[in-house]
T-cell receptor, first 109, second 115 residues
Framework: DAKTTQPPSMDCAEGRAANLPCNHS???????VYWYRQIHSQGPQYIIH???NNETNEMASLIITEDRKSSTLILPHATLRDTAVYYC??????????FGKGTRLSVIA | NAGVMQNPRHLVRRRGQEARLRCSPM?????VYWYRQLPEEGLKFMVY????????ESGMPKERFSAEFPKEGPSILRIQQVVRGDSAAYFC?????????????FGEGSRLTVL
């Protein structure tokens, strides 16, 4: 079973920042937070990961709370092509990734 | 550097036939994972293989399903005597499992339809 809780769906206006929350209150000290997304009918795509520091790459930013019990994925300027299901996953690297139901993000023009 | 290649992209089989799905990992990746996604459901882990070895098959159905990743050639997911419930998208992912063990590179999937 997934160790994370995400809202089932969210809307975001095109050009605005999309902030996707994730709760992982039972996360262990050696577990990373990974974010993936799956655009309709395509294979999942890795976005970003972090342990305890905030991270940023060309796709997104990841903000992890100090107690590591929750995190937020930020897409700074959402476009229509960012419409997808976003998965938040916690994993130690010792087991295969477990995908939950994710958040269905709809970017609206 | 080509991505993970899966074929066929679409496969139609009648009940009782066999389905063979192939996955060529990214160059330099020796770890392969297979996931299944039923219609309108999430991704479910099936099996994790490293060259010539099955590392974790805890998600594989006990009967009719098998997987291999030979020393040469692609990884194969084989489904014998298919049933309608096997209709799904099957995704393969590869990883070098070096710096970021959870960074998987997925293929575009093979969609199996059982008539």
């Amino acid at each position: 079973d997934a160790k994370t809780t995400q809202p089932p769906s969210m809307d975001c206006a095109e050009g605005r920042a999309a902030n996707l929350p994730c709760n992982h209150s039972t996360i262990s000290g050696n577990e990373y937070v990974y974010w993936y997304r799956q655009i309709h009918s395509q294979g999942p795509q890795y976005i970003i990961h972090g342990l305890k520091n905030n991270e940023t790459n060309e796709m997104a930013s990841l903000i992890i709370t100090e107690d590591r019990k929750s995190s937020t994925l930020i897409l700074p300027h959402a476009t229509l092509r960012d419409t997808a299901v976003y998965y938040c996953i916690v994993d130690s690297g010792n087991t295969p990734l477990v995908f939950g139901k994710g958040t269905r993000l709809s970017v609206i023009a | 550097n080509a991505g993970v290649m899966q074929n066929p992209r679409h496969l139609v089989r009648r009940r009782g036939q066999e389905a063979r799905l192939r996955c060529s990992p990214m160059k330099g990746h020796s770890h392969v994972y297979w996931y299944r996604q039923l219609p309108e459901e999430g991704l479910k882990f099936m099996v994790y293989l490293q060259k010539e070895n099955i590392i974790d098959e805890s998600g594989m159905p006990k009967e009719r399903f098998s997987a291999e990743f030979p020393k040469e050639g692609p990884s194969i997911l084989r489904i014998q005597q298919v049933v309608r419930g096997d209709s799904a998208a099957y995704f393969c992912a590869s990883s070098p499992r070096t710096k970021i063990p959870g960074e998987l590179f997925f293929g575009e999937g093979s969609r199996l339809t059982v008539l």
